[in-house]
């Protein structure tokens, strides 16, 4: 098993930023991305941005290209999430999860195994 715990939420202004850390564990053998996905009331879950394990490779949603940003840490074994210009549309619960799909990182959430319990983060206007 792989175990993913998320920290970092919490409750900003617009315009503001926060950087969101997901700590992996387990039995990594065989994964290949680590992503982040959010989910609002009332809405499916989406993906936001994914990584190689490497981190040499990401890709992101088009609603945060330009003010979030995905790393890998290798050493402390995290992914992290930059997220600049928060606006209340960014409001969610935010995961991360990660998958040991061959190929580029996918974006769909059904294609990651593993997930996370979760942080909220929550802009007000």
């Known amino acids: 098993q792989v175990q993913l715990v998320e920290s970092g939420g919490g409750s900003v202004e617009a315009g503001d930023s926060l950087r969101l850390s997901c700590a992996v564990s387990g039995r990594t053998f065989g994964v290949r991305h680590l992503g982040w996905f959010r989910q609002a009331p009332g809405k499916e879950r989406e993906f936001v941005a994914a990584i190689s394990w490497s981190g040499s490779t990401t890709n992101a949603a088009d609603s945060v290209k330009g003010r979030f940003t995905i790393s890998r840490d290798n050493a402390r074994n995290t992914v992290d999430l930059r997220m600049n210009t928060l606006n209340p549309e960014d409001t969610a619960v935010y995961y991360c999860?990660?998958?040991?799909?061959?190929?580029?990182?996918?974006?769909?959430?059904?294609?990651?195994?593993?997930w996370g319990q979760g942080t909220q983060v929550t802009v007000s206007a």
């Open positions: 999860a990660a998958s040991r799909l061959l190929g580029p990182s996918p974006p769909q959430a059904r294609l990651y195994e593993y």
